[in-house]
C-alpha cells in the first residue's frame, strides 16, 4: 500500500506546474504561427504574474475565513479547470480577432491565464493537502512536481522543431499596363514530429493523471500503513526547491505544518542584518532575471540563430532546472561567498544572453554553428546556476525561521513581477529588440 500512495502523490504532483511549463517548451513552434510572433513571451510573463490573484485569493480566504475554505474542493476545481483549458487550448490556440485593425491571440492570452490561474493556485493549495500525509510523501510529491517540469521538456524534444528552408518565391509588382515579377525567399518552416495540437492533448492527459491520483488520494482509508523510509535525504530541499521555482508556493501556514512534521527542529542560524540583507536582494534579483527579463526576450537572444537554437534552449532550460534541484538536494553548499558566485556566474549567462537579444537581428556568430552552441550552453547554465541559487538561498532560510521563508516568497514574488513589468513596456511599446526573417536577413555573414 505504501508504494501506491508513493505513485499517487508523485503523480499527483505533475499537475502542479506542468502546464505552465508545457507552454514554454512549445514556444519555439507558436511564435511563428501567433500574430504576436518574437514578442509573445514577454506577454506570457505579465499573464503569469497576473494569475498569482489565485494564490492571492486563497490566502485571503485563509486569513479571513480561518477553516471555512476546503482544499480538497478548490482542488478539484483548479483541476477541472486545467483538463478543459488544455483541452480548448488544443482547439483554440491559433485562432485571432481583430482589435484595433490588428490580429491579436486572444484566445491563446485568456486559455494561457486560466492555465497559470491554475499552476499558480496549486502552490497554495495542493501542499496543504499533502500535509495530511507524513512528510516521505510530501518528499514523493515533489519529486512529481519536478517531473512537471521536466517531462513536457523531454516530450518537446522528441517532438523537434519545424526546421525552417528558405524557398524562392515571385512577387508581381506595377500596375495594369506595366508588371514587374520579383524573386525572393521566404520563409518555409517543415512540420515537428507531432502537431502543437498533440502536445496540448498530452498535457490535458497529465492533468487527468494528477487529477485520477488525487481522487485516489482523497479516497483512501487514513489508517493504512505508512511507509517510514524517505526515498530521498532531504525534504526540506526538496520542498524549497519547488516552492521557490514557483512564487506563491508556502506563502502561509503550510511551511509550520511541514517544521511540525520534522525533528529535531534545528537551531536558527545567526545572520547579521547586512547578510540577510544580501540574501534577500539575491532573491529578489535572482527570480526578477528567472522570471521575467531573460524569459521576455529569449526568442530575440535565440531566433536569430534559427529555430532550432531556441528550441533547444526552451526545451534544455525547462529540464535543468529540475536537475539543478535534484543536484542540490545531494551537493549542498551553504556559504554566502559560493551563492554570491554563483550569483554572479548566472547573471554573467544572462547578460549575455540579454546582450544577443538586444544586438538581434544580428548577434555574434550568427552564421556560425558556434554561436547556436554558445546560445544553447548559455541559457542552460544561466538556467541551472540560478535555480541551485534558489534553492540554497531557501534552506539557508527555512532553517532560520518560517517567517523568513514567508519573507523570501514574498521577494521571489515581487522580483518576477519587477522584471516582468520592466521588460513588457521595453519590448511592447518602445520596440527595443528588433524581429528579423529567416531568409531575407540583412546582416554581414
Known amino acids: 500500500m505504501a508504494v501506491l500512495v508513493h505513485l499517487l502523490a508523485c503523480a499527483f504532483g505533475l499537475g502542479s506546474w506542468v502546464a505552465v511549463n508545457g507552454l514554454w517548451v512549445e514556444l519555439p513552434l507558436i511564435v511563428n504561427a501567433l500574430p504576436e510572433g518574437w514578442d509573445l513571451p514577454s506577454y506570457l510573463t505579465v499573464i503569469i504574474q497576473l494569475a498569482n490573484l489565485g494564490p492571492l485569493l486563497v490566502t ?45 491571440s486572444t484566445a491563446f492570452f485568456i486559455i494561457t491565464f486560466f492555465l497559470a490561474l491554475v499552476d499558480c493556485t496549486s502552490s497554495v493549495t495542493f501542499l496543504p493537502f499533502m500535509m495530511q500525509l507524513p512528510a516521505n510523501y510530501i518528499t514523493t510529491y515533489f519529486i512529481g512536481e519536478g517531473l512537471s517540469g521536466f517531462i513536457p521538456g523531454v516530450i518537446a524534444l522528441a517532438q523537434g522543431v519545424g526546421m525552417a528552408k528558405c524557398v524562392n518565391s ?21 512540420p515537428p514530429n507531432f502537431s502543437t495540437e498533440l502536445f496540448f492533448f498530452f498535457l490535458a492527459l497529465m492533468m487527468c493523471i494528477s487529477l485520477a491520483a488525487f481522487v485516489a488520494l482523497n479516497k483512501l482509508p487514513r489508517t493504512f500503513e505508512m511507509s517510514t523510509e524517505n526515498l530521498v535525504p532531504d525534504t526540506a530541499v526538496s520542498s524549497i526547491c519547488s516552492g521557490l521555482d514557483n512564487p506563491g508556493a508556502d506563502t502561509e501556514g503550510e511551511g509550520s505544518h511541514a517544521d511540525e512534521a520534522e525533528s529535531p527542529l534545528k537551531a536558527h542560524p545567526k545572520h547579521s542584518m547586512a547578510q540577510l540583507c544580501f540574501i534577500y536582494c539575491v532573491v529578489v534579483w535572482v527570480n526578477a532575471a528567472t522570471n521575467g527579463l531573460l524569459p521576455s526576450v529569449q526568442t530575440y537572444s535565440c531566433m536569430p540563430y534559427g529555430n532550432l537554437a531556441y ?50 537581428p544580428c548577434p555574434l556568430f550568427q552564421s556560425a554553428m558556434l554561436g547556436e552552441i554558445l546560445i544553447v550552453l548559455s541559457w542552460l547554465c544561466f538556467t541551472g546556476t540560478l535555480s541551485y541559487v534558489k534553492v540554497m538561498v531557501g534552506v539557508i532560510l527555512r532553517d532560520r525561521s518560517h517567517s523568513a521563508l514567508v519573507w523570501c516568497g514574498a521577494a521571489a514574488q515581487m522580483g518576477s513581477l519587477l522584471g516582468s513589468v520592466t521588460m513588457f513596456p521595453l519590448v511592447n511599446v518602445y520596440r527595443l529588440f528588433q524581429t528579423s526573417d529567416f531568409c531575407n536577413s540583412q546582416c554581414p555573414s
Open 60 to 104: 485571503l480566504m485563509h486569513r479571513l475565513c480561518p477553516g471555512r475554505l476546503k482544499e480538497h474542493l478548490v482542488i478539484y476545481v483548479i483541476l477541472s479547470i486545467g483538463i478543459v483549458s488544455c483541452l480548448l487550448l488544443a482547439l483554440f490556440w491559433d485562432r485571432t480577432t481583430l482589435i484595433g485593425g490588428a490580429p491579436h
Open 170 to 190: 515571385t512577387h508581381t509588382t506595377g500596375n495594369h499596363s506595366s508588371t514587374e515579377e520579383l524573386w525572393i525567399f521566404k520563409t518555409e518552416y517543415l
Open 311 to 360: 528550441h533547444l534552449s526552451a526545451a534544455l532550460s525547462s529540464v535543468a532546472n529540475p536537475l539543478a534541484c535534484t543536484v542540490a538536494m545531494f551537493v549542498q553548499n551553504r556559504s554566502l561567498a559560493f551563492m554570491g558566485v554563483l550569483t554572479l556566474m548566472g547573471t554573467g549567462f544572462g547578460s549575455y544572453n540579454m546582450a544577443m537579444a538586444a544586438m538581434s
